[in-house]
């Protein structure tokens, strides 16, 4: 379901069954002349809209306006990219975080696509939130509990828990939409032919190869991008990120 359309008693069904609330994680950014702006935060929506249809889920509105930087290209002459900095996603996610724990969700998760190879050591925009997601936390924990929550007596499974991930600070997580395992098989890259042939598969309206120009080195493998490729990297996303969703995967 789209948290924008819900009534408050279906966010209250959704809490009592502890549905996973999602927030698809992108940015703005130069994809080359052959392919529309938003591919990392469309790759995400277009998971989870494919997912809405198979599992209890809430979908919030996607966040766009990420750390794009501007290493790829600058916006000048209609390239567009659009850079919010790092501290200012982080005071957003804080405040986004903390509505959504003190509404009662305890189930939260982003997914994002932008820079996510380096997704164990982070990048600007992952990282934000990240951050984001661990302050809320303490900020609510110290509210709800007092500020001596950790080390009372009834915290004293906080360890098997958090091997568990049933612990506070499992509330809210963070992943990349294309695990570990997936980008071996799959290797990342910017507007190549990983991305474009995913493009194909789950939002074909946004890759036109008509337009393709072989002047920038990130782009060129573009060429060999199809929809066998994209079609079977498609099959494992969605089947990783339904199982992080339904609870049948520790990621």
Known sequence: ????????????????????????LG???YHGEHSVMGVDTLLVVKTMELLEKEID????????????????????????SIHVPSEVLNAFGRHVFSSLLRTGFQNIHCFIHHQS???IAGMPTDLAFKLAARQATFDFLEKERGEDWWGRDDMEN????????TDPFSWIRLHPLLDAEIQK????????????????????????????KDDK??????????????????EKILESVKAILSGDNDA
């Open 185 to 212: 098989e799959f290797p990342i890259d910017h507007t190549g032919k990983q991305e474009m042939s995913l493009m194909m598969a789950f939002c074909p309206e946004g890759v036109d190869m008509d337009k393709y």
């Open 57 to 80: 889920m809430i979908i919030l509105p996607p966040f766009y306006y990420g750390a794009a930087s501007y290493v790829v290209e600058s916006p000048e002459d209609g390239k567009g």
């Open 217 to 234: 080195w990130y782009s060129r493998s573009a060429k060999d991008a199809n929809l066998t490729y994209g079609n079977a990297a498609k």
């Open 27 to 29: 940015v703005l950014e």
């Open 1 to 24: 379901m789209r948290f924008e359309l819900m009534f408050p008693d279906q966010i209250r069904k959704a809490i009592k069954e502890h549905w996973p609330v999602v927030l698809p």
């Open 117 to 119: 190879e380096n997704f």
């Open 158 to 165: 906080y360890y098997s828990d958090h091997e568990a991930q």
